[in-house]
T-cell receptor, first 112, second 106 residues
Framework: NAGVMQNPRHLVRRRGQEARLRCSPM?????VYWYRQLPEEGLKFMVY????????ESGMPKERFSAEFPKEGPSILRIQQVVRGDSAAYFC??????????FGEGSRLTVL | KNEVEQSPQNLTAQEGEFITINCSYS?????LHWLQQHPGGGIVSLFM???GKKKHGRLIATINIQEKHSSLHITASHPRDSAVYIC????????FGTGTSLTVIP
């Protein structure tokens, strides 16, 4: 799944700090999805973005979480005032109308 | 009810066994994906299917559009096949099954 870059791969934060996770899809991929995978659980949809637009954020908590995908630059998932329950792997997925899926390697957030 | 259901949830097999993982979905789709995730690892796309059957090495994936069902088969299983296998479909958005955790014992 080369072409979808996520960073950082691992991030450690203390409770109350902010976490910023970045996703850079391949050039030409204008659809980005963020999924969260809690330990021992499946992938849960968070948000679907296109360039400069949030299409569906129904899976994202209303408080503390935000996402953007600007015209230039990576998509950012931002978690403010992190809590231990935010510890998870966050995957970025880029897709196009062809149905092909491209996954990033994931960003693993640990909140101490 | 989840849009994508997988079975079994957990599977343990002896090395060399033939393995089948099943996936049923309830939404209209343009494609179905089989994904592999090793413990602590990233997610790798194994197959993308819209009809019929695909084979890659010891892995075979089939889909029956009418029955809204797909299977992933692993022939001559090996301990390195131990991973979580996830079925996902592309409809209005992407829907994921909860995964099948496979352990192959030497």
């Amino acid at each position: 799944n080369a072409g979808v870059m996520q960073n950082p791969r691992h991030l450690v934060r203390r409770r109350g700090q902010e976490a910023r996770l970045r996703c850079s899809p391949m050039k030409g991929h204008s659809h980005v999805y963020w999924y969260r995978q809690l330990p021992e659980e499946g992938l849960k949809f968070m948000v679907y973005l296109q360039k400069e637009n949030i299409i569906d954020e129904s899976g994202m908590p209303k408080e503390r979480f935000s996402a953007e995908f600007p015209k230039e630059g990576p998509s950012i998932l931002r978690i403010q005032q992190v809590v231990r329950g935010d510890s998870a792997a966050y995957f970025c997925l880029a897709g196009e109308n062809t149905g092909e899926l491209f996954f990033g390697e994931g960003s693993r957030l640990t909140v101490l | 009810k989840n849009e994508v259901e997988q079975s079994p949830q957990n599977l343990t097999a002896q090395e060399g066994e033939f393995i089948t993982i099943n996936c049923s979905y309830s939404v209209g789709i343009s494609a179905l994906h089989w994904l592999q995730q090793h413990p602590g690892g990233g997610i790798v796309s194994l197959f993308m299917l819209s009809s019929g059957k695909k084979k890659h090495g010891r892995l075979i994936a089939t889909i029956n559009i009418q029955e809204k069902h797909s299977s992933l088969h692993i022939t001559a299983s090996h301990p390195r096949d131990s991973a979580v296998y996830i079925c996902a479909v592309t409809g209005n958005q992407f829907y994921f099954g909860t995964g099948t955790s496979l352990t192959v014992i030497p």
